[in-house]
């Protein structure tokens, strides 16, 4: 369906900043969302931000405030601006995108994940 490209993950100590990208793949299929999921250590895999083509926006509590979703529609690419970063958002970061064929959801696709690590 879509082929995504996560980017920008490295090593950041505590307050520090990120910004992750993610490319989708060009596609005759339509993208209606967008989103960043993250897995820490030993945890199950959480949504972090997500962005319709319609720019609604929804964020996990734990990161409002320090974490910013943009998109470029026309790239169908994605970012993520993490800001204050604390050792709890230590995790592979997702990137996900929904696709759809008319109004016929065709499930969403992941990327291969980009690790993010903050030290104390």
């Known amino acids: 369906q879509v082929q995504l490209v996560e980017s920008g993950g490295g090593l950041v100590q505590s307050g520090g900043s990120l910004r992750l990208s993610c490319a989708a793949s060009?596609?005759?299929?339509?993208?209606?969302?967008m989103a960043w999921y993250r897995q820490g250590p030993g945890k199950q895999r959480e949504l972090v931000a997500r962005?319709?083509?319609?720019?609604?926006?929804n964020y996990a509590e734990s990161v409002k405030g320090r974490f910013t979703i943009s998109r470029d529609g026309a790239e169908n690419t994605v970012y993520l601006q993490m800001n204050n970063l604390k050792p709890a958002d230590t995790a592979v970061y997702y990137c996900?995108?929904?696709?759809?064929?008319?109004?016929?959801?065709?499930?969403?696709?992941w990327g291969p994940g980009t690790q993010v690590t903050v030290s104390s």
């Open positions: 996900n995108a929904e696709a759809y064929s008319g109004t016929f959801s065709l499930g969403g696709s």
């Open positions: 060009r596609t005759i299929f339509t993208i209606k969302a």
């Open positions: 962005i319709t083509s319609t720019d609604e926006i």
